[in-house]
């Protein structure tokens, strides 16, 4: 199934009401905002993180305009020396490809095996902004449906205050 259709299609088994801009591929955030000027919602950063192992994936959604601190994430969470998971184990867990890593992705996570996290501070934006698994669209959902979202998949989320790395 067309990856945006799949998700269009649970949203609205869920009844959830959504907003979706078609625009040319964007690579970046800073690409997609381009075409989606003016329209509210936070644009959201999608981290696809693995521990040392990679024996555990974890999902973080955090403002786009947040840089994430590791040795915190790890400390917040007990993950054992996280970074960024791999294209390969990107592909097996979620079906997805580097770039359009998204909350959506959860639909091909089969295993139900991903760990998922919400950076507090996004919670209190109306509405969130996403790639539907493709990068030719730009997806908005109020905050709270996006937890419900995950929810109605099966899975827990935990919310982390992350402060910002000061690193950078």
Not at 19 to 37: C, G, L, R, S, Y
Not at 53 to 69: G, H, I, P, Q
Not at 75 to 94: I, Q, V, Y
């Amino acid at each position: 199934m067309y990856p945006a259709k799949q998700v269009e299609e649970a949203l609205e088994k869920m009844d959830i009401k959504y907003q979706i801009v078609h625009h040319p591929v964007a690579h970046t955030t800073e690409e997609a905002d381009n075409f989606i000027e003016g329209i509210e919602g936070v644009r959201t950063k999608t981290m696809f993180l693995t521990n040392k192992k990679k024996t555990e994936c974890y999902l973080l959604v955090m403002d786009d305009a947040k840089r994430l601190n590791f040795h915190q994430f790890e400390e917040l969470t007990g993950a054992k020396r996280p970074k960024m998971g791999h294209d390969d184990l990107l592909f097996e867990k979620l079906g997805l490809e580097p770039g359009i890593v998204s909350i959506f992705g959860l639909l091909n996570n089969k295993d139900h095996d991903v760990k998922v996290y919400f950076d507090k501070a996004i919670l209190s934006e109306k509405r969130m902004s996403f790639h539907p698994n493709i990068n030719t669209r730009t997806i908005f959902v109020d905050s709270d449906d996006v937890l419900q979202f995950v929810k109605n998949l099966g899975y827990d989320y935990q919310i982390l205050e992350l402060e910002e790395d000061k690193e950078f």
